[in-house]
């Protein structure tokens, strides 16, 4: 079957277009590989605080400095139900069938779009303005009793809803200020925060202790236009790209860190990897191979099979390793599972064994017709309460410490072979 998005062996530019359109970033002279930078890399250009990182903040990634990409953006060889991308209609089968781009000259590349997104789109400016908008908000807060929407805010204060609402979203999760009732449409000052507060200056003091500086803002963005870290992990399987291993030989030559993430269905090529990465996530889709079937829906034969391989190989590879479970309520994240995932970590002994709530955005939320049964899209997500409560199960059983949860990112981390006490952080590419 033929594929309008290729065209003489080449993604052709009605593909590109469609991500374009949003903050990707398609590079390299044949367009598989793409760029894009993720939530937290902005939340942290807010504030540079520690507590405006993502969840790789365990292994010392720092959000701002981290290089989100892939080299096989369209390629996969699942299609998976809680996948995020267009698979419908974006994904170009799960062979790798263009001309691959060198390495070197991808991250080359690569690097200098991170840098026109930090400097042109998220521009120092907009986060000293949220900063000042902040303090502002506070004051009038302060001195205007009651409560105010993003219409009054705006027009009192003199600025666009859209930096009032930046603004309110920062204040509102470092407990500045409470909304009304679960609208989440009329905010005022926090009771606590108001008690304590006497003067304009004394807002201005307590914003820089507890969310942020302008010293503070100004060297975050300095650092950010110099990335650490690549997350290969953006779209489509990276493993399917024919020059992986010297992919992350080039990031490695730049003193960068690396994490690739795999669906795991390519033992062949991890075994043959020559350089491997500074952590290598396999993704755990379900406790059995029918489940699988249901939620990968793999393109390929023996794709159980072929997981169970590379979780094999995991004791051998000189490198940190993970096994991920991309957690689907009460469809592959179920009590009666816990036995289930308990016996595959045991047997595979990977360093880390994490269960991270799969993201509700994009196009995951077609879930619902994916899966074709009668719940509703809600159902399927798994809040942080949910998955901490099969998570504390899964450490009773198991005996695995968890070592670290993320509520926002909706990631809690166990140690398996790894010893509890030993900091995760890594030090070296």
Known sequence: ?????????????????????????????????????????????????????????????????CLQNTPSLPFCNHQCVFCWRDIEQGSLG???????????????????????????????????????????ILYFMFIDKGYHNIESLSENIHVSKNKIERALNLLKNQGFITSSDNSLNLFKLDDEVKSSLNSKEEIELLVNRLITTPDEIISVHNEALYPNHAAISLD?????????????????????TTFIVTNGTLPTTISNMDVLPSQLYITLPAPNEELYKKICRPMIKNGWNK??????????????TLIRLT????????????????????????????????TLQAKALEIENRVKDNRSIQDYFPDFNFLNTIAKEFEKKSGYPIIYRNT??????????????????IKTP
Request: aromatic share 10%; charged share 35%; net charge neutral.
């Open 408 to 425: 926002p990112s909706r990631d809690i981390l166990f140690a398996v072979n790894w010893e509890k006490e030993k900091s995760p952080i």
């Open 1 to 65: 079957m033929t594929n309008r998005f290729i065209k003489d062996n080449r993604i052709t530019n009605e593909f590109i277009e469609t991500y374009t359109k949003t903050t990707y970033r398609i590079i390299g002279d044949h367009k598989h590989t793409a760029i894009k930078p993720c939530h937290w890399l902005e939340q942290k250009l807010m504030t540079g605080r520690s507590n405006r990182n993502c969840y790789k903040g365990i292994f010392g990634i720092e959000s701002h400095r």
């Open 307 to 320: 997981i169970q391989e590379s979780f094999e190989l995991l004791h051998s590879l000189s490198t940190r």
């Open 236 to 256: 489509g399987e990276p493993l399917l790209f024919p020059r992986i291993s010297e992919l992350v030989e080039e990031f490695k030559k730049r003193k960068m």
């Open 94 to 136: 799960d062979k790798f069938i263009v001309e691959p781009d060198d390495p070197k000259d991808l991250i080359d590349t690569m690097v200098k779009h991170q840098q026109d997104i930090i400097q042109n789109h998220l521009p120092l400016r907009r986060y000293i303005d949220n900063y000042e908008i902040m303090n502002d």
């Open 327 to 358: 957690a689907i309520k009460d469809l592959n994240l179920k009590k009666e599972y816990i036995d289930d995932y308990i016996k595959i970590i045991e047997k595979a002994n990977p360093n880390f064994f994490e269960i991270k709530g799969f």
